[in-house]
């Protein structure tokens, strides 16, 4: 995910469980890879498990290239993004305006898939809009051409974000196709990766954001499909511990300015749920030192464990 699945997210969320991470895309024109954004995008350094990495173009030479090079850099699985909405994306027709266009499709997996000696997977949306999903298509496509797993978000290239996931085009993929497919789009719970395992028949699940702020969803939905029982939520001092090692590999990864911008993002998605009325966000935004900000977070973590530890033992 853009934005999202750097480095230092990639390595907790593996760390914390998810079988497989994948990188944020990285534009397949060449122009753009010695920029900052893309140096970041493609550093791996120290990462354990296997390098997935995303390729986003609509030129199959420029798409081979990228692959290539991406190769080179490390990449041992290389996935093609025509999944993604975005309008400065789409309107080079990548991202998922290429399930408009099922030649080209066939164009850019046949050029990549010759291209590199490693697996190719290729996330897609459904089909372009509700009138036309085309997903069914596209994965046979996918398939014939040497596609070796396929990750599928149940929403339209036209639905961007808006409603919910829809999965019957899902599990009429998994029908039509035989190589793996991973259903994606709003498993925010253990449950729901089971309901929608079941529902599909799909041989895995892709989280997004429900990861965001949430790292432990990974063993939660392993221990789930393992035992049908729920483990119990991170305790508090759990809690600390995480965001605390984030934010410090989050300065680490992008240095004192830009990671202090970044961790922001983050602090915000882990406590959504704690500090609903945004409180101590609206001050942890206002820090623009990296030493700033993780002491207010063990402040904020020391005040939350003073105030359980008053509610347990109220007259003391
Ligand atoms: C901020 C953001 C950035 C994303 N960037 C990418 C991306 O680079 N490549 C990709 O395949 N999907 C990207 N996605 C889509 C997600 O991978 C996922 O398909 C979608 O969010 C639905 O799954 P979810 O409900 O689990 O989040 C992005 C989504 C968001 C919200």
Redesign the pocket.
Known sequence: ????TDRPFRQLCRKMGAGLV?S??LSSNPRVWKTAKSMHRMDHSGEKGIRSV?I?GADPELMAQAARFNVENGAQII?I?M??PAKKVNKKLAGSALLQYPELVESIVQAVVNAVDVPVTL?IRTGWNTENRNGTDIARIAEQNGIQSLAV?G?TRACM?RGN?EYDTIKAIKQAVSIPVIA?????SPEKARDVLEYTGADGV?????AQGNPWIFKQIQHFLETSENLPPPSLSEQHRVMHEHVVNVHNFYGGIMGVRIARKHVGWYLAEHDRENQFRRTFNGLEQADAQLDALDNYFQSLHDRNERQVSPAA
């Open positions: 995910m853009a934005g999202v994948v944020e895309m995303q986003a996935d993004n999944g993604c996330k978000h929403r974000y996931a994606n789009g709003d498993i925010t892709m989280v997004g954001r429900g």
